[in-house]
């Protein structure tokens, strides 16, 4: 069993940062890929950022250049720095990770069997 918890989630103003973590535990292994989606009310839930198992990493287009995912594989933990940040990027933020997602599959959320819980970011304008 693997669990996942996120943290560091809040609310900020517009073209502000925050980073979330992502703590991994359980029978996880640095081959899993891992992920960061989002859901906002009433949308989709959608990948933001991932790592695949051969550490390549993936972003969703409307972060590119904004937002850094980032791994501790000492710590198990999973990091996405979110800079300049816009009132659309609110959303509840889960992290993912599975052993078996294709390497051009990382944001897509079908294929992740491990969620955590999600921590809210709220961007304000």
């Known amino acids: 069993q693997v669990q996942l918890v996120e943290s560091g989630g809040g609310s900020v103003q517009a073209r502000g940062s925050l980073r979330l973590s992502c703590t991994v535990s359980?029978?996880?292994?640095?081959?899993?890929?891992t992920a960061w989606l989002r859901q906002a009310p009433g949308k989709q839930r959608e990948g933001v950022a991932g790592i695949n198992r051969y550490h390549t990493t993936t972003y969703g287009d409307s972060v590119k250049d904004r937002f850094i995912v980032s791994k501790d594989n000492a710590k198990n933990i999973m990091y996405l720095q979110m800079n300049f940040l816009k009132p659309e990027d609110t959303a509840m933020y889960y992290c993912?990770?599975?052993?078996?997602?294709?390497?051009?599959?990382?944001?897509?959320?079908?294929?992740?069997?491990?969620w955590g819980q999600g921590t809210q970011v709220t961007v304000n304008s």
């Open positions: 993912a990770a599975d052993p078996w997602v294709a390497e051009n599959s990382v944001l897509l959320p079908g294929p992740y069997k491990h």
């Open positions: 359980g029978d996880f292994s640095t081959h899993y890929s």
